[in-house]
């Protein structure tokens, strides 16, 4: 097999390896899908996927297209509503929570609902839908990002999803659940976590062939830098030929 | 003494006045009057349309993506003229038409998109260009915990979505310090639409209806309206539905009006029956990302089509048995 890869097969390999075994995730469209259906072939069999608008614990043998499709709940353990699923999660059940957006800022707070101004938008976007709830409620969220200045800046347009919100403390005082927030973003050029002290991100660990100042070239705010920033492995044979074979066959994520 | 024993604190509003004010004495009033007779509500697209909803109503589809969706029952719409509606959404295909046709005024907002294949095209058009003009945003789960207060019976509904955010700022969502906790919560306010449209696995001719697979919010969303319209793939006998009343989501002192419409839900899917018809998606796809090549499309296969009848003959037996599951 090829060593080759695309940036999205790295982004998905990559968002895997994020998910634990014996764990739930929130799951949306897209990437984070195929993300989870590989951590179910590799490390993760007891990965339990949720969809928002009903399916829990799905086996992903066949990729989903749509949050709500048949798939969502196939050979799951149970297939019930979008109330059902949201109630799980705002009582705290679901540690993993998979987040996308236009724009991202420092503190991990995205925009998916309008480029410009809301009453005059330049572009309207698709609007919160489950994105909001999950960055609300879920313990740990993933943000899963294309990485450049347009989508990495100091200022987002509208803040669809809460991050770290304005800094320590914020989301408390805003009423959101207590030690929940982002913990990683994961993008084509690197993995970033959060700073404790300042809720801010940081960069931990760069794509193959990467540099450092690549990333931070492309970052449109101040970076934290990781003490020992670290590489990632690029996607392995097993992984590669699994995503190709069994999860994404039709190549619609190639 | 204690100001915290007489008043509850507002801490944030949104900004966004109610599109659809709550009244929930009234909705009680209106629930008294409903019919609770076990009569033949069954009856046309047309008909159902035409006797349930008024231009400048409140309307709500309860779907998700392309599942299950009541699309004999939009196209009728589009086609009878009617318009200024104000819409909740959750959006994808349905939404789509009634944009095209630019019948939406305004938009209870979560998600309008075509999920794997993007941004809606018609929804950009008419929310830029302002023919849409009121949007006011939610989250998902505020949306269906609005229907979820109005089915309860109740003015509103704390919830833990939404908070410090935007998405919050243009809402009419109001934050306040819970009296129990201490802590910001958000305040809900109940949702009731004036007609809901929600599509089903099967029904008998007075309502009672089920559903197989994901539920949505068909639940919630049936017990937060004034009335409601149902489409079904199958009319079955009521002995049938008693078989197994632990499927049934929607008794029939809910329903309005049931439609039998098979494959209702296409190019959509419809769980345990048949797949979405993905070539002919992938084609309207293509054809919303221009004004002109949705024109052509609403022509095709809204406009020059009388009825539910005439596009199943269209689309053609052979390739409808082809999506069978």
């Not at chain 1, 999660?89 to 236009?102: N, V």
């Not at chain 1, 993995?191 to 960069?203: A, E, H, S």
């Not at chain 2, 979820?148 to 833990?160: E, N």
């Not at chain 2, 052509?296 to 999506?323: R, S």
Request: glycine share 8%; hydrophobic share 35%.
């Amino acid at each position: 097999m090829s060593n080759e890869y695309s940036p999205s097969e790295l982004l998905i390999c990559l968002s895997s390896r994020v998910m634990e075994d014996g764990t739930t995730a929130f799951i949306g469209t897209g990437i984070p899908m195929l993300a989870a259906s590989l951590a179910q072939a590799m490390h993760a069999p007891n990965l339990v996927p949720v969809f928002e608008f009903g399916g829990t614990g799905a086996i992903l043998e066949k990729l989903p297209l749509a949050v709500g499709d048949m798939r969502t709940y196939n050979k799951g353990i149970a297939a019930s509503g979008i109330c059902d699923i949201m109630e799980t999660s705002q009582r705290g059940f679901i540690e993993f929570g998979f987040l996308g957006g236009a724009q991202i800022d420092k503190y991990g707070n995205l925009n998916s609902t309008v480029i410009g101004d809301h009453k005059n938008p330049k572009v309207r976007l698709p609007g919160s839908g489950g994105a909001n709830d999950v960055g609300s409620a879920c313990w740990r969220t993933i943000a899963i990002m294309i990485h450049d200045k347009r989508r990495f800046v100091e200022k987002i347009d509208f803040l669809t999803t809460p991050g770290y919100l304005t800094g320590p403390g914020s989301r408390e005082k805003a009423g959101l659940p207590s030690n929940t927030g982002p913990y990683r973003v994961v993008t084509n050029l690197c993995t970033m976590g959060y700073d404790d002290d300042t809720k801010t991100m940081k960069l931990l660990s760069v794509n193959p062939g990467v540099t450092v100042e690549q990333v931070i070239e492309n970052t449109g705010f101040e970076l934290h830098l990781a003490d020992k920033i670290t590489s990632n492995d690029p996607p392995t044979d097993e992984e590669l030929r699994i995503l190709r074979e069994d999860v994404d066959p039709d190549g619609l994520y190639r | 003494m204690n100001q915290h024993s007489n008043c509850i604190p507002i801490v944030a509003k949104g900004e966004a006045s109610l599109i659809q004010p709550v009244d929930m004495e009234a909705f009680r009033e209106h629930n008294r009057k409903k019919s609770k007779a076990l009569i033949d509500k069954t009856m046309t697209d047309e008909e159902a349309i035409e006797r349930f909803v008024n231009s400048g109503d409140y309307i709500g589809f309860e779907l998700y993506g392309t599942v299950r969706c009541p699309m004999s029952l939009t196209r009728a719409l589009v086609r009878s003229g009617k318009t200024d509606f104000k819409i909740v959404g959750q959006g994808v295909h349905e939404l789509d038409l009634l944009f095209a046709a630019d019948m939406v005024k305004e938009i209870d907002f979560t998600y309008i998109g075509l999920e794997v294949y993007g941004i809606s095209g018609n929804m950009r058009r008419r929310v830029e260009s302002g023919s849409v003009t009121k949007v006011v945003e939610w989250s998902n789960a505020a949306l269906t915990w609005r229907f979820k207060a109005a089915s309860m019976g109740i003015p509103f509904i704390p919830t833990r979505s939404m908070l410090g955010t935007d998405t919050f700022n243009k809402s009419s969502a109001i934050a306040v310090e819970c009296p129990f906790t201490g802590k910001n919560v958000a305040l809900l306010p109940a949702l009731i639409v004036d007609t809901a449209f929600i599509h089903v696995s099967r029904a008998d001719k007075h309502g009672n209806c089920q559903i197989d697979g994901i539920s949505g919010f068909a639940f919630e969303m049936s017990r937060a309206c004034k009335n409601l319209v149902i489409s079904t793939e199958e009319i079955v006998d009521t002995a049938e539905i008693r078989e197994h009343p632990d499927k049934t989501i929607i008794p029939y002192y809910l329903v309005d009006a049931v439609v039998h419409a098979p494959y209702a839900s296409w190019p959509g899917e419809m769980s345990g029956m048949y797949e979405r018809d993905e070539p002919h998606y992938k084609m309207f796809v293509e054809k919303q990302k221009t004004q002109e090549g949705m024109n052509e499309y609403m022509k095709e296969w809204l406009y020059d089509i009388p009825d539910h009848k005439a596009l199943l003959e269209k689309i053609g037996q052979k390739h409808l048995t082809e999506l069978n599951l």
